[in-house]
């Protein structure tokens, strides 16, 4: 039998995920999974005595038990999570929400991606999306519900086996008990009953209090480390299916350019192993048995690359061939106008009137990547059917579902997409055009008639990963004569992510390109903030914290810039503009003590350093976030040697995940703060792979200290707020050691005297 034939069923394989045989039977071995258990395979079935199908349609999102999770006789539970684990810890918060509800501890959770369906949109009830720090927040109430829903499904199964009301009925982790007559029944027992019972309304279960939480608010340990440590973890990368070939492209060395002849051609056909070349948008492919073979021939292939028509320019994101970023920098910084209003408060124009003191500044950032481990790849499958299989790293499923059908000419519920565990994203995996290789996976696979897995190397990655945007901000603030800031203006040019994918309104600002400069809570009577839109050659994407990774940069440094001038400290000038705030206030004195005290500097270190100290704050994603960062400068370079970063997201699920996530994020804001970019020359980007595009290494890395409060406040995210902080602390940091103002990123660029 092929197990690998369309029209079978695959019952044999707990992650869903396209192996070889030999593989596959080594790995269930090694996961203890025996001939009797009930193995679903990608996606649980809902069987008609279970819910059917009106019911299931009827269910809101989040609601349909069977639809997330199957129960296995040895008592493990198999949950389909709604959002992709990436490194974040998600997988393990499912298991934790919902196992708390449920009664199951969360390591006796087998948790893998759900597939594309309407039970997932858990995000706000309509959409699902792993990504803006929602999966947590946005699902928790939702994902209770689901476990509770699950567990009154076993008390009822549970009832009918045991000839007793549902009511003199409990549940222990695992188990339901009939404690008048000592009897119990495994939740493993009930597999075969518990889902064939009606699924209860949401409404009508009832959930614990949390002073009875379990696992909800520990730190369990998580539950992808055992098959990440053992390489049993699946990725994109490593799926395979019986006759699959492999394909290496060559995309145009500036965007919007066209394949023409290929000077070379009969040479590429002729290389060992190659099997077919092939055009693409905007790339040539070439299709081979052996990835390296595809490689090494399509990196041989002289392409002769062609502007686009004039017309065909106007549709198309397009690079010209003397794009600068050195030169788009000046141009944001002088782009003019008063934009369009994002957020006004007061009245502006009287703040400065009666100003008796004036500060006038620009900031500006860099384009950065994503960066992340793993190259994208997409393996495309056509079936007898004409439906198409595909496994590729994704953020959204249901989005990606609906473009690959259209890519393919088949209707979206003939596309089963499979999204493995990712190996880092960062905002990477959305839809963005011309930086997906899916469209080119299944282009392949139908012009060749076999399953085509494409691979894009490294330096194909960085030539087509969409990029978090640049900025210019231009600052006005103004004081009284007691140095304190009576009104600030901030107009931003720059095109934000949403706009750069859905279309630029004139008369609507990207809430995403002025988030961090907007929803600041320092109490400046007189604000203004706008941007001035300025459409980018480059593909444009989210980035970790999106907007606040670069406007909290902008915004907290020139708060200090007005502290200076004013003559203030620039903690106790937050800790002033932030009175009667009771939870940033608490946040703030968090940060400081955590840091052993606030102390700008300079100051000598013990080793003997010059040192110095900076605090930011950030806002973002229904958090609240606060750092400082101590540094020295060593033969004209910056060393950050400590940051104290503290995060406030209001209720919690895991801690030690939430600490995991600070680290992570200060040191990602270290190395966007300090060293990434993103430069054009020419059109071409200078960096191909990480040898030109560095990420902060461990020499350079500094000792973070990580706190998490629970101000009790409504459920913010968690992955990326920790991270906006962090440049303007280190900002502010040099700023104080070396006096020398610092407004630009990265700060390696800077000509730094000691301080």
């Known amino acids: 039998m092929n197990d690998h034939d369309p029209k079978i069923s695959d019952p044999g394989y707990p992650t869903g ?3 070889n045989v030999s593989r596959r039977r080594f790995l269930l071995a090694s996961a203890g999974i025996t001939a009797g258990s009930l193995v679903l395979g990608f996606g649980l079935s809902v069987a008609p005595n279970k819910a059917s199908a009106a019911a299931a349609k009827d269910m809101p999102p989040g609601a349909n038990v069977p639809a ?21 810890g998600v997988f393990t918060a499912m298991a934790q929400i919902v196992g708390e509800e449920m009664d ?24 699902r999306i792993t990504g803006g720090s929602m999966s947590v927040r946005t699902s928790y109430d939702t994902m209770r519900k689901l476990g509770a829903a699950a567990r009154q499904m076993m008390l009822e199964a549970a ?156 549709k198309i994101r397009y690079m010209p061939a003397d794009f600068s970023t050195e030169e788009f920098a000046k141009q944001l910084a002088n782009t003019k106008g008063d934009g369009t209003e ?19 500044a620009t900031y500006q950032s860099q384009y950065l990547h994503h960066a992340q481990i793993e190259p994208a790849s997409t393996l495309a499958r056509f079936n007898e059917d004409g439906s198409l299989d595909i496994w590729l790293p994704n953020q959204a499923p249901e989005q990606f579902q609906a473009q690959i059908a259209d890519a393919a000419g088949i209707k979206p519920e003939q596309v ?12 990477r995996h959305f839809l963005y055009p011309a930086a997906n290789p899916f469209p080119q996976a299944v282009q392949l696979a139908k012009e060749v008639g076999k399953p085509i ?25 103004a004081l009284d004569d007691q140095g304190m800031p009576v009104a600030l203006e ?45 459409e980018n050659p480059t593909s444009l994407a989210y980035w970790r914290s999106v907007g606040h990774s670069m406007n909290d940069f902008f915004y907290e440094a020139f708060l200090d810039e007005m502290a200076d001038a004013g003559g203030q400290d620039p903690y106790e000038l937050r800790m002033k503009l932030l009175e009667g705030n009771e939870r940033l206030t608490n946040l703030l004195k968090a940060v400081g003590d955590l840091s052993g005290g606030w102390k700008r500097g300079p100051f000598d270190a013990e080793d003997g350093t010059r040192r110095a100290r900076g605090v930011a704050m950030a806002s973002p994603f229904g958090s609240e976030a606060a750092a400082i960062a101590e540094v020295s400068i060593q033969d004209g370079q910056i060393v950050v040697h400590d940051i104290w970063d503290v995060l406030d997201p209001g209720s919690i699920v895991n801690p030690s995940i939430i600490k995991a996530q600070i680290m992570g994020a200060a040191t990602l804001g270290t190395s966007e703060a300090l060293i990434e970019e993103v430069a054009y020359k020419n059109g071409e980007p200078t960096a191909r792979n990480f040898d030109y595009y560095p990420i902060l290494g461990g020499a350079r890395a500094p000792r973070i200290h990580a706190k998490v409060i629970e101000s009790g406040a409504k459920m913010g995210g968690v992955g990326e707020p920790p991270l906006p902080a962090v440049p303007p602390a280190i900002a502010n940091a040099v700023s104080a050691l070396t006096g020398q103002r610092v407004r630009s990123m990265p700060m390696d660029k800077l000509d730094l005297k000691k301080g």
């Open 159 to 314: 009832a009918k086996k045991l000839d007793a009301p549902v009511s003199d009925l409990s549940t222990e982790p695992g188990k339901v008990v009939h404690k008048a007559s000592g009897k119990s029944l495994g939740y493993g027992e009930l597999a075969g009953d518990a889902l064939d019972q009606e699924v209860p309304s949401p409404d009508s279960v009832t959930l614990k209090d949390p002073k009875d939480f379990k696992w909800i608010g520990e730190p369990v340990k998580r539950v992808d480390v055992y098959e990440k440590s053992t390489g049993k973890a699946i990725y994109a990368m490593d799926a395979k299916v019986d006759g699959m070939l492999h394909a290496a492209v060559q995309h145009a060395p500036r965007l919007g350019l066209k394949p023409g002849d290929i000077s070379n051609l009969d040479e590429v056909k002729g290389m060992a192993g190659v099997m077919s070349v092939h055009k693409l948008d905007g790339a040539v492919a070439v299709v081979a048995e052996r990835f390296w073979d595809a490689k090494t021939a399509v990196e041989a292939a002289k392409v002769d690359w062609q502007e686009p028509s004039e017309e065909e320019k106007s």
């Open 416 to 427: 089963k997409v499979n999204s493995p565990m990712l190996g880092g994203f960062f905002g």
């Open 68 to 88: 997330f999770l199957e129960l296995r006789k040895d008592g493990k539970v198999r949950l389909l999570s709604p959002f992709n684990e990436g490194g974040q």
């Open 17 to 19: 995920a396209p192996e």
């Open 104 to 127: 199951v501890a969360p390591d006796s959770f087998i948790v893998e991606n759900a597939p594309a369906g309407s039970d997932y949109l858990v995000v706000y009830g309509k959409m």
């Open 453 to 477: 897995k494409v691979i894009w190397t490294r330096e194909q990655e960085f030539l087509r990963d969409p990029l978090r945007p640049m900025a210019a901000v231009r600052f006005r603030g």
């Open 490 to 534: 901030a107009i931003s040019a720059c095109e934000g992510p949403t706009e750069a994918l859905n279309g630029h309104n004139p008369d609507k600002v990207d809430a995403m390109a002025v988030e961090g400069l907007t929803g600041k809570s320092y109490a400046i009577p007189n604000r203004r903030i706008a941007q001035n839109y300025v």
């Open 342 to 360: 994002a957020e006004s408060e007061g009245d502006i124009a009287s703040g400065f009137d009666g100003a008796a003191k004036t500060v006038d």
